[in-house]
């Protein structure tokens, strides 16, 4: 192989490595323009510990609905009975009269 081909060969091969090199460094721009546009997104989420604090909250006014609505339901069960003792006696009382 003469020098020339070989300087030739070489002269292209280097000219194809300065294309990729061009290439990846457009792509590796491209993604690093991507990833902080991820960023900023992210940046204005709220940050963990605010969240925890609100979710915190959120399920501690849970807890007391729930604790409310566990006193009604046993306040509504005695006033069940109640009203299950009243029919019954109303329905004795019909039949008494009858």
Do not use: G, W
Not at 19 to 25: G, R
Not at 67 to 85: D, G, M, R, Y
């Amino acid at each position: 192989m003469s020098a020339v081909q070989k300087q030739k060969e070489l002269s292209e091969a280097l000219a194809k490595l300065k294309a990729m090199n061009e290439e990846m460094s457009k792509t590796k721009d491209e993604q690093i323009s991507q990833l902080s546009q991820e960023v900023e997104k992210f940046k204005t989420l709220p940050q963990a510990a605010e969240f925890r604090t609100k979710a915190l909250q959120i399920n501690k006014a849970l807890i007391t609905q729930l604790k409310l609505l566990c006193h009604n339901i046993s306040l509504v069960e005695a006033l069940c009975e109640i009203t299950t003792s009243i029919i019954d006696k109303s329905v004795d009382a019909r039949q008494d009269l009858e």
